[in-house]
């Protein structure tokens, strides 16, 4: 059997749709009891994003593509929490946990006795990661949020998209929620922090998430190039600020792109493209001397590339060591040899679809001793209440079947 990092970890999932989600995921996927608090009836809002797994009859299942792209590995349980029983149920929990998860609004569940300090003082121990868009504090804390609203107000679509001066261009989105994946990584990474503290100390510790903070941080050399040289960056498209030609180009058959790094790599490309003297030219003989020329130099290289396939290309410019490649849509990516071989695209034992496994994401950190295992898929609504009632609350059959008519589950 596959040693798991993280088997000596339970953690109590109380977030929904996407970052939370996707912080419990990770370590989930490394071993870790995973339970999943979901509203009776309702649960999760990701579980009503279609589409949908199909059956063997080719019939729409309820396990949505969406809901189990984040929630693999865990156990669901339903409670309702604003009633006084389910909040001692969930502090029950919360009691054998060694981190609780939650991306309500700020104060939500401080009315219902289950914020930081509450579950605090009943296990010291629980690393508390409580993830929003504006975060705890400042003047936007108590804001509603998307994605959306922080791919706009982080920055990230004003670099984002093409020179207002093109056709097509102005400000574009990234064209998936990626403020909420990136705070999903980053909020894996302080939790594993926080826990790898508290081996030192015995105690546990708060953890406050913000969408906009984690997507400025992700921004990267691009904020801090505005910080050191003062100088908004424009949109520029498929090119980039400080590397040229660092691009999209147009070969015969379609787009591609290539990524020259250094002088090394540009005279290659030049030689490979038949303009073996154009690193001499003055304009071009360092990089930051094709920043302030690419006007010049790009459209060059692109009537160059233009006159072949780009399989040509990429066969001609790899082995000499010159970065490109093809731009793929979602089909070419998992039709793509290397991709095959890496391993990206696994498949969970599923007992209501169609041939009996679901398609999966890899998690993409490959540890050689403890890997990532793919064990159980994403749970149907409830599906492990009593299980995990009886099994880790240690209640009686005949106290479940109580809160069960009262509908506290």
Not at 73 to 80: C, Y
């Amino acid at each position: 059997m596959t040693k798991k990092a993280l088997d000596h970890l339970r953690v109590l999932d109380m977030s929904r749709v996407l970052a939370g989600p996707l912080l419990a995921q990770n370590l989930a996927d490394f071993g870790a009891d995973v339970i999943k608090v979901e509203r009776p009836h309702h649960g999760d809002e990701s579980r009503t994003f279609p589409p949908y797994v199909k059956d063997a009859a080719g019939k729409a299942t309820e396990d949505s593509a969406y809901f189990m792209s984040i929630n693999r590995g865990k156990r669901s349980i339903t409670i309702d929490f604003t009633q006084p029983r389910g909040q001692e149920l969930v502090k029950k929990l919360a009691a054998q946990c060694d981190v609780l998860i939650e991306n309500y609004k700020v104060g939500d569940l401080k009315r219902h006795g289950l914020d930081y300090e509450a579950i605090r003082a009943i296990n010291p121990r629980i690393v508390y990661c409580s993830i929003t868009g504006f975060g705890q504090t400042g003047p936007y804390r108590n804001r509603p949020g998307y994605d959306y609203i922080f791919q706009a107000m982080s920055g990230l679509m004003s670099i984002t998209g093409g020179p207002d001066d093109l056709p097509g261009g102005g400000p574009a989105k990234v064209g998936l929620a990626i403020c909420d994946v990136i705070t999903g990584i980053y909020s894996s990474f302080a939790v594993m922090t926080a826990l790898a503290e508290r081996e030192k100390s015995g105690v546990g510790q708060y953890i406050d998430m913000s969408l906009l903070d984690t997507t400025i941080a992700a921004i990267s050399h691009i904020n801090m190039n505005y910080l050191v040289g003062g100088i908004v960056p424009p949109r520029m498209g498929t090119g980039h600020p400080s590397i040229v030609p660092y691009q999209m180009f147009q070969a015969a058959d379609g787009p591609m792109v290539v990524a020259v790094g250094n002088n090394g790599q540009f005279e290659k490309l030049c030689q490979i493209l038949g303009f073996p003297d154009l690193p001499r030219d003055e304009r071009f003989l360092t990089n930051p001397l094709r920043v302030q020329h690419r006007d010049a130099l790009v459209p060059t290289l692109e009537a160059a590339l233009v006159q072949k396939p780009v399989a040509y290309w990429i066969e001609q410019l790899t082995p000499q060591g010159v970065p490109c490649g093809p731009l793929n849509n979602i089909q070419q990516v998992f039709d793509d040899a290397h991709i095959k071989h890496r391993g990206v695209q696994v498949a969970i034992p599923h007992p209501r679809a169609a041939g009996g496994t679901v398609p999966a994401l890899a998690n993409p950190a490959r540890l050689t001793n403890t890997p990532p295992a793919y064990e159980r898929p994403a749970p149907l609504l409830g599906e492990h209440t009593r299980e995990i009632l009886s099994g880790v609350l240690n209640l009686p059959e005949s106290e479940i079947q109580r809160l069960a008519a009262d509908k506290v589950i």
